[in-house]
């Protein structure tokens, strides 16, 4: 019954609660896909970090995202 409705539901977490660093590895990401996550906003930034770090770690994300369209997709809006 669990599996049926983990299908059947649209699983977003957004944000997720993780604020990795720049890194072209997002693999942790995977724990979510292999939940069936539909949607996962991840922490680039806030107001404690540098504006250079945050704009670090979002290069990196971005990097990593485009170089693996198979396993991520860019959301530029909805």
């Known amino acids: ?3 049926d ?3 059947r ?10 604020l990795l ?3 072209n590895d997002l ?5 979510w896909r ?3 996550a539909d949607y996962l906003g991840i922490i680039v930034g806030f107001d404690v970090l540098p504006r250079h770090e945050t704009l ?3 290069t990196a994300y971005r990097r990593c995202i485009l170089a693996s369209p198979e396993r991520f997709r860019l959301v530029f809006g909805f």
């Open 21 to 23: 660093p720049p890194r």
């Open 5 to 7: 409705l983990l299908r």
């Open 9 to 18: 539901t649209l699983i977003w977490d957004a944000p997720a609660g993780i």
């Open 27 to 31: 693999s942790v990401l995977d724990e």
């Open 56 to 58: 670090a770690v979002l």
């Open 34 to 36: 292999m939940r069936h």
């Open 1 to 3: 019954m669990t599996v």
